[in-house]
């Protein structure tokens, strides 16, 4: 029936480590991939709960604000769900999908990658998993890559090919490194999620050698 709202929470997080100090920092990084730095600081089920209190809150108001015609109000819903999709001697890797419609034209859809140093208990960026790095170096790679895949209709999928950078939004797989530019990152709604692969004999030379495919 309408108006409608619908929440759908599923998160995967570590409840042992190697000890109740690193468990914490890790639990922390967890939440914020999950529902982000407003969360901050609560347990991951203590960030589930309060996602759970605010987004019902909010999505009433907006029923509310909309009471003197709900056929204005189709309704809403969210679906959030962070796990572990692989992990290696260095690295922990999650990956958060979120799919939402709170009115307009069209919903979201948006999956992040958060890659966690095992060691450090720290969020990697670029500039940690490239020996040297250089974002123009890395960007002309993914700009080939993305011509490659294209070919000439590079330049109706793409908003500026030339222009597409290294987003910090990648993981690691048998094949190589792959980087997620989500919906209108690089591109419009029509084009959807635009995922790059970069082959392990393109970057292995560039990455620190614990990133290396052997």
């Known amino acids: 029936t309408k108006p409608y709202m619908s929440l759908s929470l599923d998160f995967t997080y ?3 480590y190697q000890n109740d100090t690193v468990l914490v920092q890790l ?4 939440v914020n991939a999950f529902v ?3 969360y901050a600081g609560r347990s991951p089920k203590g960030a589930f709960e309060a996602y759970d209190k605010d987004f ?3 999505a009433l108001n907006l029923a509310q604000d909309m009471s003197d015609d709900l056929s204005l109000f189709g309704g809403c819903f969210q ?3 962070t796990e572990v999709q692989d992990t290696t001697v260095n690295t922990i890797t999650l990956k958060t999908e979120i799919s939402s419609y709170m009115g307009g034209a069209h919903g979201s859809h948006t999956i992040t990658y958060c890659n966690i140093d095992r060691n450090t208990i720290e969020v ?3 500039k940690d998993v490239f020996e040297g790095y250089s974002e123009k170096t890395i960007s002309a790679l993914i700009v080939e890559a993305l011509k490659e895949k294209y070919g000439e209709g590079v330049k109706d999928v793409l908003f500026e090919v030339e222009a597409v950078a290294p987003n910090g939004n990648f993981y690691f797989d048998d094949k190589g490194m792959v980087y997620v530019y989500n919906e209108y990152e690089i591109a419009p709604y029509s084009s959807g999620m635009i995922t790059v692969a970069l082959p392990y004999d393109k970057v292995n030379p560039l990455l620190k050698m614990k990133y290396q495919k052997k």
């Open 14 to 16: 570590p409840v042992a």
């Open 27 to 30: 639990q922390k990084i967890f």
């Open 36 to 38: 982000g730095e407003d």
């Open 56 to 58: 019902t809150d909010d």
């Open 79 to 81: 679906n959030i769900k």
């Open 124 to 126: 990697l960026a670029e």
